[in-house]
T-cell receptor, first 111, second 112 residues
Framework: GEDVEQSLFLSVREGDSSVINCTYTDSSSTYLYWYKQEPGAGLQLLTYIFSNMDMKQDQRLTVLLNKKDKHLSLRIADTQTGDSAIYFCAENPNTGNQFYFGTGTSLTVIP | NAGVTQTPKFRILKIGQSMTLQCTQDMNHNYMYWYRQDPGMGLKLIYYSVGAGITDKGEVPNGYNVSRSTTEDFPLRLELAAPSQTSVYFC???????????FGEGSWLTVV
């Protein structure tokens, strides 16, 4: 399968910005995704970016895509305690049948 | 507003027992998936289906079986449960023309 990599842990103080990074391997991925998983729950789609875009902003969320380096990041502005969760990066090569997920980054927001 | 529904939410199995994790979706999605989630390992695809009557292996299919007799249901069967199958299992679905997948709440399985 494809290799989608993320760091496992990130801690930030409430009110600061969080940046979660991801690297992926398949340059044919048309869409790249960020999912959020709260404790004891399933994954919920946060946002996604089309591969011909460099940036996408949605309220406090900013997604940056560097196709040359195959690097995706998620920035959360003014991080709140409710943002504490695991964040998964995912790719969907060739808009095919399979989605490949990273290991997930556990974000802890310190009050 | 059901979406993807999984049962049971929690289950403890003894080694060698078998069980079926149920998954149903009410969105008329063609694609359905089973993933397992292990700490620090992310989600690994077990099996997927592109429509009723069609199933395919994912990255980690060994020890599991699936069937897709209807569009709505995609049960995952564990035969001869092993401790290595202790995990959280997620069912997901996607419409044929869509580019995002929708997840169930998860099923926590412990094999002792």
């Amino acid at each position: 399968g494809e290799d989608v990599e993320q760091s496992l842990f990130l801690s930030v103080r409430e009110g600061d910005s969080s940046v979660i990074n991801c690297t992926y391997t398949d340059s044919s991925s048309t869409y790249l995704y960020w999912y959020k998983q709260e404790p004891g729950a399933g994954l919920q789609l946060l946002t996604y970016i089309f591969s011909n875009m460099d940036m996408k902003q949605d309220q406090r969320l900013t997604v940056l895509l560097n196709k040359k380096d195959k690097h995706l990041s998620l920035r959360i502005a003014d991080t709140q305690t409710g943002d504490s969760a695991i964040y998964f990066c995912a790719e969907n090569p060739n808009t095919g049948n399979q989605f490949y997920f990273g290991t997930g980054t556990s974000l802890t927001v310190i009050p | 507003n059901a979406g993807v529904t999984q049962t049971p939410k929690f289950r403890i199995l003894k080694i060698g027992q078998s069980m079926t994790l149920q998954c149903t979706q009410d969105m008329n999605h063609n694609y359905m998936y089973w993933y397992r989630q292990d700490p620090g390992m992310g989600l690994k695809l077990i099996y997927y289906s592109v429509g009723a009557g069609i199933t395919d292996k994912g990255e980690v299919p060994n020890g599991y079986n699936v069937s897709r007799s209807t569009t709505e249901d995609f049960p995952l069967r564990l035969e001869l449960a092993a401790p290595s199958q202790t995990s959280v299992y997620f069912c997901a679905s996607r419409p044929q023309s869509g580019n995002t997948i929708y997840f169930g709440e998860g099923s926590w399985l412990t094999v002792v």
